[in-house]
């Protein structure tokens, strides 16, 4: 009977701030991992992991870890969301008390990330970098210990909770723009892939478009942010390299985690405002999109390994 009762009923984020605290305080081989699956700059030695930062009337930030990188100090301010919504701006926030910690010069490098279920992950539009519940478990399950394994098993439990709950919430006004911008893109660039919008929640904010003729690339209109990228997904770091060194000069290199984008500024749009009235934003995106795109199909000998 025993092994049929969980350990709890319930998973608060809070109770996930605290495992994930003390892993980052007490658990160097733990620290080690997060930020190699993160792909953040290498860590050398952890300075502490601190839980409910405020900071500069920003905010708070759920889980501060400090850590050095050779002669560098790193923070890394993490969000930790379960099944409650992004407060408003709450993203902006974080980025805004990031770069505070970068001028008052607490710090020389900074990274805000999300940690989630993955389910919350793939349905939020505005932490590029992020790690899932479930690859957090997997690991401490890989440990091996009783301790780690118990909480895995909550990690499980906190998973669990949010697929039994999770219903996105249409957001009309939203939904309303999107489906502008779809019926638009289809009359200006119909070559390019977009699914036809359903449910659209208030924070999405990243029309998905595609070309069938480019496998594992994926352009992303990020509209709050403004910008207009080709992301490249699952490509080995030998393409990586090849397309940083040849990026155009009227593009940007990005990387995020495992992926890496070419980005073109096509200026900022509000999904929540009126389409017509920023229509000529919405052309500029589409028309990077295009150059982003013929960019990467005259230069494909660049996705061929050696």
Same mark, same amino acid.
């Given at each position: ?8 009923? &319930?998973?608060?984020?809070? #109770? ?13 081989? +733990? ?59 709450? $993203?902006? /926030? ?16 900074? $990274? ?12 939020? !539009? ?10 957090? &478990? ?14 895995? !098993? ?35 660039? *119909? ?9 659209? *929640?208030?924070?999405?904010?990243? *029309? ?10 994926? +352009? ?21 390299? =090849?397309?940083?060194?040849?990026? *155009? ?8 985690? =495992?992926?890496? &984008? ?10 929540? =405002? #009126? +389409?017509? &009235? ?12 295009? /150059? ?8 494909? !000998?660049?996705?061929?390994? /050696?």
């Amino acid at each position: 009977m025993e092994e049929t009762i969980i350990p709890v009923e &319930s998973i608060r984020e809070r #109770d996930v701030d605290l495992i994930l605290l003390e892993e980052l305080s007490t658990n160097n081989s +733990f620290c080690d991992w997060f930020i190699r699956e993160l792909d953040l700059p290498i860590l050398t030695s952890v300075n502490g992991a601190w839980r409910s930062i405020s900071a500069f009337g920003l905010g708070e930030t759920d889980i501060l870890f400090s850590y050095n990188s050779n002669n560098k100090k790193v923070f890394i301010l993490i969000e930790n969301k379960l099944d409650i919504a992004f407060q408003n701006e709450q $993203f902006n /926030r974080y980025i805004q008390r990031l770069n505070k910690y970068l001028i008052k010069k607490d710090c020389d490098d900074a $990274f805000a990330i999300l940690i989630a279920p993955k389910l919350y992950c793939e349905n939020q !539009n505005d932490f590029e970098n992020y790690l899932t519940y479930e690859t957090i &478990s997997e690991r401490l399950k890989f440990y091996g210990t009783k301790r780690n394994l118990f909480k895995s !098993n909550l990690l499980q439990i906190a998973t669990e909770k949010l697929r039994r709950g999770y219903q996105p919430v249409n957001s009309i006004s939203v939904q309303n723009f999107w489906h502008q911008y779809w019926q638009h893109k289809e009359e200006k660039s *119909p070559t390019l892939i977009m699914k036809k919008p359903d449910i659209v *929640p208030h924070n999405s904010d990243w *029309p998905m478009l595609y070309d069938h003729r480019l496998k594992n690339v994926v +352009f992303y209109h990020k509209l709050g942010q403004g910008n207009t990228d080709a992301t490249f997904k699952g490509f080995p770091e030998e393409i990586e390299v =090849k397309i940083k060194e040849n990026i *155009p000069e009227w593009a940007k290199f990005e990387k995020h985690g =495992k992926s890496f &984008s070419i980005r073109v500024f096509s200026g900022h749009i509000d999904r929540t =405002k #009126d +389409f017509k &009235s920023q229509i000529d934003k919405v052309n500029n995106g589409l028309k990077n999109l295009d /150059r982003i795109r013929n960019w990467i199909i005259e230069n494909k !000998n660049l996705l061929q390994q /050696r």
